[in-house]
């Protein structure tokens, strides 16, 4: 708990003055005023979690927490719950969806065992065990409040020595079959949403599965009463390991004032949880992407922030977060390359701000 509440303490609102710095020189770019949109407002953000106008990102990771769901025995997924540990062991081998994309855009991928059922012979994939998967939460508590505390602060570690490493930016990903239901639950006992808008079919059910699956849901928010008030007792009573984790990244990167590109809509339930235990959180988060699960949508528009991508993605593993890798470091390119007005001896003052129509 204490590496929690140390983390917590040391997060900081962004560095205006180093926004604002980011603004003038895209200002002074040979351009109409703020026709680059998000470009320029995503290198500003960026500006202000580090202090720094110009930022580049040399070495990239994508941290994929890995743990089982208990609640899987309650037939909530189509995909056998061996599909974990079968993915988690093939994110190393380079043969999954993020591997793929992580290759193709030099990402390094970071495994992290949290709770993966039976063993996982690899030495490349993180051995952070808490438990063999969470406890079914449709008949109790999915893990102990300590083992939520143990899994976040699992996620802060993890992050900070890869910062510590010379890392510039992370992103979020995860496995685990059945997390789209944890990840249902976690944002219905936190924004007090119902199951039926916010829950979609995952990796894919019937209609009368995905009934099942809502019920299921249902249930478990019915057994435990999470408090919406305490982000550590929602994720313990209906939450996954693999959440927590992402929370820690979230918090870790908040603190080490690095910006943390999540992936869909499980990495979007953890930077909630995260961005509850401090609110600054959230100005260190970038969206990569929409994911196509119909809960996202509220999660983001909670949390205030806006999307890269719209790209009907729900894959999960962190997949979305490569390609917002490659539009932030175009965008950084961009910021440090571009022409001046003053280098074809031409004023701006004669142009209208963009951005202010």
Same mark, same amino acid.
């Given at each position: 708990?204490?590496?929690?509440?140390?983390?917590?303490?040391?997060?900081?609102?962004?560095?205006?003055?180093?926004?604002?710095?980011?603004? =003038?020189?895209?200002?002074? +770019?040979?351009?109409?005023?703020?026709?680059?949109?998000?470009?320029?407002?995503?290198?500003? =953000?960026?500006?202000? &979690?580090?202090?720094?106008?110009?930022?580049?990102?040399?070495?990239?990771?994508?941290?994929? &927490?890995?743990?089982?769901?208990?609640?899987?025995?309650?037939?909530?997924?189509?995909?056998? #719950?061996?599909?974990?540990?079968?993915?988690?062991?093939?994110? #190393?081998?380079?043969?999954?969806?993020?591997?793929?994309?992580?290759?193709?855009?030099?990402?390094? /991928?970071?495994?992290?065992?949290?709770?993966?059922?039976?063993?996982?012979?690899?030495?490349?994939?993180?051995?952070?065990?808490?438990?063999?998967?969470?406890?079914?939460?449709?008949? !109790?508590?999915?893990?102990?409040?300590?083992?939520?505390?143990?899994? /976040?602060?699992?996620?802060?570690? @993890?992050?900070?020595?890869?910062?510590?490493?010379?890392?510039?930016?992370?992103?979020? !990903?995860?496995?685990?079959?059945?997390?789209?239901?944890?990840?249902?639950? @976690?944002?219905? !006992? %936190? %924004?007090?949403?119902?199951?039926?808008?916010?829950?979609?079919?995952?990796?894919? %059910?019937?209609?009368?599965?995905?009934?099942?699956?809502?019920?299921?849901?249902?249930?478990?928010?019915?057994?435990?009463?999470?408090?919406?008030?305490?982000? $550590?007792?929602?994720?313990?009573?209906?939450?996954?390991?693999?959440?927590?984790?992402?929370?820690? $990244?979230?918090?870790?990167?908040?603190?080490?004032?690095?910006?943390?590109?999540?992936?869909?809509?499980?990495?979007? *339930? *953890?930077?909630?949880? *995260?961005?509850? $235990?401090?609110?600054?959180?959230?100005?260190?988060?970038?969206?990569?992407?929409?994911?196509?699960?119909? !809960?996202?949508?509220?999660? +983001?528009?909670?949390?205030?922030?806006?999307?890269?991508?719209?790209?009907? &993605?729900?894959?999960?593993?962190?997949?979305?977060?490569?390609?917002?890798? #490659?539009?932030?470091?175009?965008?950084?390119? @961009?910021?440090?390359?571009?022409?001046?007005?003053?280098?074809?001896?031409?004023?701006?003052?004669?142009?209208?701000?963009?951005?202010?129509?």
């Amino acid at each position: 708990m204490n590496l929690l509440k140390e983390t917590i303490s040391k997060i900081t609102k962004p560095d205006e003055k180093a926004r604002e710095e980011a603004r =003038k020189k895209w200002d002074g +770019l040979l351009k109409p005023i703020g026709s680059l949109g998000v470009l320029e407002e995503i290198t500003m =953000k960026i500006s202000a &979690m580090t202090g720094k106008v110009i930022n580049h990102f040399d070495k990239k990771a994508i941290v994929v &927490m890995c743990s089982d769901n208990g609640a899987v025995e309650e037939g909530i997924s189509a995909a056998p #719950q061996i599909f974990t540990k079968i993915l988690a062991e093939s994110m #190393q081998k380079g043969l999954t969806g993020v591997a793929t994309l992580g290759k193709f855009t030099n990402t390094d /991928i970071i495994t992290v065992n949290l709770g993966i059922k039976g063993h996982i012979d690899n030495p490349e994939v993180i051995d952070k065990k808490i438990a063999d998967g969470t406890k079914n939460f449709t008949k !109790g508590p999915a893990m102990t409040y300590e083992e939520a505390i143990k899994a /976040i602060e699992t996620g802060i570690e @993890v992050a900070d020595q890869l910062y510590a490493k010379g890392y510039d930016i992370l992103g979020t !990903g995860e496995v685990g079959i059945g997390n789209t239901s944890t990840a249902a639950a @976690v944002v219905s !006992g %936190l %924004l007090g949403l119902e199951v039926d808008t916010i829950c979609g079919k995952g990796a894919g %059910l019937t209609e009368e599965q995905f009934i099942h699956k809502k019920e299921m849901i249902k249930k478990a928010i019915s057994i435990n009463k999470p408090n919406k008030d305490d982000p $550590l007792d929602v994720i313990s009573k209906v939450g996954g390991f693999d959440i927590a984790g992402m929370s820690g $990244l979230c918090l870790s990167a908040a603190k080490n004032k690095k910006p943390i590109v999540i992936d869909g809509f499980i990495s979007s *339930a *953890a930077a909630l949880c *995260a961005s509850y $235990l401090n609110p600054y959180v959230k100005e260190y988060i970038i969206p990569s992407h929409l994911s196509a699960e119909p !809960g996202a949508r509220y999660v +983001l528009d909670v949390l205030g922030l806006k999307p890269l991508l719209t790209l009907e &993605m729900r894959l999960g593993e962190g997949s979305g977060c490569p390609l917002a890798f #490659q539009i932030l470091e175009a965008a950084e390119y @961009v910021l440090e390359n571009m022409g001046t007005f003053d280098d074809v001896s031409m004023s701006s003052s004669s142009l209208i701000d963009i951005r202010e129509k």
